[in-house]
């Protein structure tokens, strides 16, 4: 099968991660588990973006330097992967010698082909974002991202990727590939954004002002703007430069928050463009999680730690209720509440006690050895919706089977059913045992923990015994 890649954004590592970035690596890891039983082998790249002024300024506040300040985030989020049971492959940190040598080297090629050029700016800058505004940008004055943040009027000489002159070919190129940004209304927003025309971008700083960047090649005054520079880490993790760079290159999919769809799906593949390579196959784009239906804020005191949910609830339940509660076109709401709702209504006695039911009458009717039947039937049919980024609905699709299953339970009743017809109740035992696992194999890259237990405990039919809880209840 053809070797596909897949990646997520990569963080700033100026704070501890939040809730939102589980959750899209979530997306990511599901679609490459699901990839991975589909016999793909699957490079799957995440890491953390750790240069330029918010990184140094944080830095000084807590007496280190930007290095030391970007370890200890940095393995933070390393940590986070695997408290989450993220499948990937590598992890990229800007800072590594391997990510400065593809940026410098692909810095080298835009220049040599005429898109990078050196001028002086002079403008508005806002710190929040480490990015140049115009008028039109603001509200009020103020960044919108950043409204607590005075904007700075800046002047200086910076290099600039010449993105309007690639206005017609990213126009032509939305046009050829209709399904370049998942989903539709977010690619209709970027389409409007180039249809007003696109400027060139500063991609550089100057050294004496923000000393934290990669150096820009052959000019010591500049280093390259952090977001121009983490843009290339998909290259860094893609192994460019190497011979095997063909088999991974383009990538399949790179999921984004939707307040970064733009530096991807416009700025993003005006450099691919530019460099002459193929553009990724799909920019997954994410909404936002609020909590309690409020905006995610330090000063609220409402930022949701993924590990403190984990260490609580376990890894399957929270992967669950992410990725069945908040789907990934929308914005979503986390609730503890709700949560505890879920794991109550879907894990505790949908899942859990389905499993629990079926092998306790397969150990009690049938001496633990599972019926013989004719299995038959498609599996249960979640590929569609996975590979539509549909993952919320993939796990509707099996927990109708799973509802389907404790109906079809208290509709004949095998408690009372063995006593009058023995061999119907213990052919419809070996039904619901083979449904358990079509269950277990559907949940295997949303609830990976999960499901090797089901599938480990059913693997010896003819030594059955009870399940112990998979779900206990909560107190």
């Known amino acids: 099968m053809k070797p596909i ?17 589980a959750l899209e690596l979530l997306y990511a890891d599901v679609r490459a588990r699901f990839l991975r039983t589909r016999e793909h082998e699957v490079l799957f790249g995440t890491g953390t973006d750790e240069h330029g002024l918010k990184i140094a300024q944080a830095a000084a506040k ?47 090629i835009l220049m040599e082909r005429g898109y990078v050029e050196k001028r002086r700016y002079e403008g508005l800058y ?6 140049f505004k115009t008028e039109k940008d603001l509200v009020d004055g103020k960044c919108p991202d950043h409204p607590t943040l005075e904007i700075q ?19 032509g190129y939305f046009h050829l590939h209709p399904e370049f940004v998942i989903p539709e209304y977010r690619f209709s927003e970027m389409k409007e954004f180039v249809k007003r025309g696109l400027e060139d971008v500063s991609i550089t700083r100057e050294k004496e002002k923000i000393g934290w960047g990669i150096a820009v ?63 990724p196959k799909h920019i997954a784009v994410h909404g936002h999680i609020t909590v309690d239906g409020q905006k995610m804020s330090k000063s609220v005191g409402n930022v949701v730690d993924p590990f403190a949910l984990v260490e609580k609830y376990g890894v399957d339940t929270v992967r669950y209720f992410l990725l069945s509660q908040i789907a990934m076109q929308n914005d979503g709401d986390f609730s503890e509440e709700r ?14 006690n389905l499993c629990s039911r079926v092998t306790n009458m397969i150990e009690k009717y049938c001496g633990g050895v599972v019926p013989e039947v004719s299995v038959d039937g498609p599996e249960i049919a979640i590929e569609r919706h996975v590979m539509s980024y549909d993952y919320s609905g993939a796990l509707a699709e099996v927990w109708i089977h799973i509802t389907n ?52 405990q059913l693997k010896d039919s ?11 209840r909560l107190s």
């Open 217 to 279: 090649p052959n000019d010591d005054s500049q280093v390259m703007y952090v977001w121009f520079e983490a843009l290339m880490n998909y290259f860094t993790v893609t192994h460019y430069g190497v011979e095997d760079f063909q088999k991974w290159w383009p990538v399949d999919s790179i999921f984004v928050g939707k307040d970064i769809n733009r530096f991807h799906s416009v700025m993003f593949l005006g450099m691919c463009i530019a460099l002459g390579l193929p553009a």
């Open 62 to 108: 807590n007496n280190r330097t930007p290095l030391e300040q970007t370890n200890v985030y940095a393995e933070r989020f390393k940590q986070l992967c695997t408290v989450l049971l993220i499948s990937h492959t590598d992890f990229v940190r800007t800072t590594e010698p391997r990510h400065e040598k593809v940026a410098q080297a692909l810095w080298n």
């Open 339 to 352: 949560l505890r709702e879920m794991y109550t209504a879907h894990l505790a006695n949908g899942l859990g």
């Open 462 to 472: 003819s030594h059955i015994t009870k399940m112990n809880p998979l779900f206990p």
């Open 5 to 21: 890649a897949i990646a997520t954004s990569i963080p700033y590592v100026n704070a501890d991660p939040h809730i939102g970035f």
């Open 153 to 171: 009027h800046t002047a200086e000489e910076n290099y600039f990727f010449l993105l309007s002159k690639l206005q017609t070919s990213i126009e």
């Open 126 to 131: 806002c710190v929040g974002c480490e990015a």
């Open 405 to 456: 299953v404790n109906q079809d339970i208290e509709q004949m009743q095998p408690w009372k059913s063995i006593e009058t017809e023995p061999d119907a109740t213990k052919k419809a035992l070996g039904h619901w045992y083979y449904k358990l696992i079509e269950v277990a194999k559907a949940l295997e890259s949303f609830m990976p923990i999960t499901s090797q237990n089901i599938l480990g």
